[in-house]
């Protein structure tokens, strides 16, 4: 069973609006929650992260939102711009105790964001 | 050569033929990773090592063989696949297991295709 959804499989914004992307999670042991990139024969590059204890950050364009009680965060890019288009991957996975993730991402299967002019 | 890189980019091979799939990081890092990602399907992780050793192996059938020399090389054994086992296999490092933070640098990926 998924323990990370996106339930919408593509987003189309126009450039300059906001994109807001979504994701939910089930396991309540996760307290690290990223986002990923992929653009077409690349790999995924890292975006931005959030842990449990926060229920914000934020990195120039980009701000995550987590909402642990719904078990849901959000990543909002604002402005969008045609760059932005690739597909975004949610991952969360559990610390152990002294920080350590044993390498475990569980991912969702991705929102196609296109950002048209 | 910076980053994570993988080869072969594609590999097309038979079910009784027997290939290896590279990865290298080139960003000093001491955890790599194999993931496998199948068309419609999440990133399913496959094997972690930390400093050479295997820490993680996700249920993942013995047609599949890594192996890890060193902290910078990952290699994946294949032999006798299946159809079924056609995906984008990817390849990631990260600083250390021990560490807090979980972000892992992936690299292109191999697109395996059994016949």
């Known amino acids: 069973d998924q323990q990370v959804k996106q339930n919408s499989p593509s987003l189309s914004v126009q450039e300059g609006r906001i994109s807001i992307l979504n994701c939910d999670y089930t396991n309540s042991m996760f307290d690290y929650f990223l986002w990923y990139k992929k653009y077409p024969a690349e790999g995924p590059t890292f975006l931005i992260s959030i842990s449990s204890i926060k229920d914000k950050n934020e990195d120039g364009r980009f701000t995550v939102f987590l909402n642990k009680s719904a078990k849901h965060l959000s990543l909002h890019i604002v402005p969008s711009q045609p760059g932005d288009s690739a597909v975004y991957f949610c991952a969360a996975t559990p610390v152990q105790r002294g920080g350590s993730t044993l390498g475990r991402l569980y991912f969702g299967r991705g929102t196609q964001l296109t950002v048209w002019p | 050569e910076t980053g994570v890189t993988q080869t072969p980019r594609h590999l097309v091979m038979g079910m009784t033929n027997k290939k290896s799939l590279k990865c290298e990081q080139h960003?000093?890092?001491?955890?790599m990773y194999w993931y496998k990602q199948s068309a419609k399907k999440p990133l399913e992780l496959m094997f972690v090592?930390?400093?050479?050793?295997?820490?993680e192996n996700n249920s993942v059938p013995s047609r599949f063989s890594p192996e890890c020399p060193n902290s910078s090389h990952l290699f994946l054994h294949l032999h006798t696949l299946q159809p079924e086992d056609s995906a984008l296999y990817l390849c990631a490092s990260s600083q250390d297991l021990r560490l807090a933070g979980a972000e892992q640098f992936f690299g292109p990926g191999t697109r395996l295709t059994v016949l």
């Open positions: 960003l000093g890092h001491n955890a």
């Open positions: 090592y930390n400093f050479k050793e295997q820490t």
